[in-house]
């Protein structure tokens, strides 16, 4: 049992788990990219654990690089993004948009339109968890870890109001602790 702020939680996702899913991923990317240099760009917060063991993992040459967004109040996606900076491909190598988890696909959203509004169209998605009972955009995501419920989760980079980023395997929301 996990007790961060007023909420518990409970174990879901143990790291072996987490590190086949990054392990599958890479597999793909460098089937897809191995004669070519992709630059993998984590979206910030949330993906900087994910992003980290993927580009260990990753056999091939690659760049890193980041960039910020916030939709995520407490435990409810608020629709609005914060903040999306330095975005963009001045070099036209490929990129790879590194996200934890898509939940309303409001951020993806954000992202795709942003690089179509730049002209960049050499890009994939990859994203380690997916809520697919919430995500109903068009977008593709190329790569993806594993499917999960429609629970809010912490751990492996997702926090709770700050809290839980550095646990290394995932927990799901418990209850609301009276
Ligand atoms: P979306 O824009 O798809 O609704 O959500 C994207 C972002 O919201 C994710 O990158 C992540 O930072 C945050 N998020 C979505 N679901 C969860 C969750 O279950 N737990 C936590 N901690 N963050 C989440
Ligand atoms: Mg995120």
Redesign the pocket.
Known sequence: MLKLYDLEFVPLIPQAEIAAAVQKISDSILKDFHDEIPIFVG?LN?SFMFISDLVKQYPGKCEVDFVKMK??VGTE?TGKIKEIIGLGNPNGKPLIIV??????????ENIVNTLEKTGVSNYKIASLFL?PEVYKKPYKIDYLGMEIPN????GYG???NGLGRNLPEVFQLKNKIK
Do not use: A, P
Request: charged share 25%.
């Open positions: 979206i949330g939709s995520y996606s996200e934890d988890i898509i939940d309303t696909g409001n951020t993806i809520k629970k809010f989760i912490v997702l926090d709770y």
